[in-house]
T-cell receptor, first 114, second 117 residues
């Protein structure tokens, strides 16, 4: 069965600090997809990234970057020079190719203080 | 495009009452799903559908029914509401990966906050 663990329940940083959100997953599939979603205080879910398990290159999008390491089953998310608007709950999720389910982690509440 | 719409936004039920949460999408997505979000537990899959006429159970299906008679609509029915069903409910849709498996980006609705007293 697929499982996603986000061990950091809450993180608090000061603006302009870099912050890394951890995500560890379990799956028996050799092909799978990993996702990150953001849920700001307004409550909607915002898609950030989808990554194929065959693509282990790191991804960078502006201040956001993702580090995928198959050897440790991790897909960590780093925000560089954090801003107050980054305050949100961030979810990591996994989809196996053998099924049609998206499994979410428990989420990490990130608070960026001015 | 309206994307994924959910009604109502808020609902209060008494224990034992039944109701239907509505979900509709106008993107011609084959895949639709329902999640519930509870504090500290992330989003948990209730039911999903890979196309009209096809539904399946997710992680927490007990107490909920679904049907998919059209591509656009995927209503979630609470048969006899219980306080344990107090939660925020999200509907989502996406393109289907077909035989290749896996899921594409999920488009989420704004959510329905349900309280059962």
């Amino acid at each position: 069965a697929q499982k996603v663990t986000q061990a950091q329940t809450e993180i608090s940083v000061v603006e302009k600090e870099d912050v890394t959100l951890d995500c560890v997953y379990e799956t028996r599939d050799t092909t799978y997809y990993l996702f990150w979603y953001k849920q700001p205080p307004s409550g909607e879910l915002v898609f950030l990234i989808r990554r194929n398990s065959f693509d282990e290159q790191n991804e960078i999008s502006g201040r956001y970057s993702w580090n995928f390491q198959k050897s440790t089953s991790s897909f960590n998310f780093t925000i560089t020079a954090s801003q107050v608007v980054d305050s949100a709950v961030y979810f990591c999720a996994l989809s196996e190719t053998s099924g049609s389910r998206l499994t979410f982690g428990e989420g990490t509440q990130l608070t960026v203080n001015p | 495009n309206a994307g994924v719409t959910q009604t109502p936004k808020f609902q209060v039920l008494k224990t034992g009452q039944s109701m239907t949460l509505q979900c509709a999408q106008d993107m011609n997505h084959e895949y639709m799903s329902w999640y519930r979000q509870d504090p500290g537990m992330g989003l948990r899959l209730i039911h999903y559908s890979v196309g009209a006429g096809i539904t399946d159970q997710g992680e927490v299906p007990n107490g909920y029914n679904v049907s998919r008679s059209t591509t656009e609509d995927f209503p979630l029915r609470l048969l006899s509401a219980a306080p344990s069903q107090t939660s925020v409910y999200f509907c989502a849709s996406s393109y289907s990966a077909g035989l290749a498996g896996g899921l594409y980006e999920q488009y989420f609705g704004p959510g329905t906050r349900l309280t059962v007293t």
